[in-house]
């Protein structure tokens, strides 16, 4: 069983900075791309920042220079550093990986969601 575990989200002012964490545990073989989305109420679930397992970044146009994505590859963590925080980054933020379990089978999971809101 794999998990995938968010935390760091909280009430932040606009113009602050918040970090994410997101660890993935459980019967991993390897993990390939990790990566952020978010869903603002009323709104479709939309693609923050992805980082490949050599550690290649992409981010929405929306985030770039405000946020940036790392890894730990020795804790299969991934980060969201996130800055110059706006009230539309106003989202819950979900961490999503790309897992081959120990079984074998490649698998996309998703944590549950760590709530951001920016707002003063």
């Known amino acids: 069983q794999v998990q995938l575990v968010e935390s760091g989200g909280g009430l932040v002012q606009p113009g602050g900075s918040l970090r994410l964490s997101c660890a993935a545990s459980?019967?991993?073989?390897?993990?390939?791309?990790m990566g952020w989305y978010r869903q603002a109420p009323g709104k479709e679930r939309e693609l923050v920042a992805i980082i490949t397992s050599g550690g290649s970044t992409d981010y929405a146009d929306s985030v770039k220079g405000r946020f940036t994505s790392s890894r730990d590859f020795t804790k299969n963590t991934v980060y969201l550093q996130m800055g110059s925080l706006k009230p539309e980054d106003t989202a819950v933020y979900y961490c999503?990986?790309?897992?081959?379990?120990?079984?074998?089978?490649?698998?996309?999971?998703w944590g549950k969601g760590t709530l951001v809101t920016v707002s003063s």
């Open positions: 459980g019967s991993i073989f390897r993990i390939d791309d």
């Open positions: 999503n990986a790309q897992i081959i379990n120990s079984q074998m089978v490649y698998m996309d999971y």
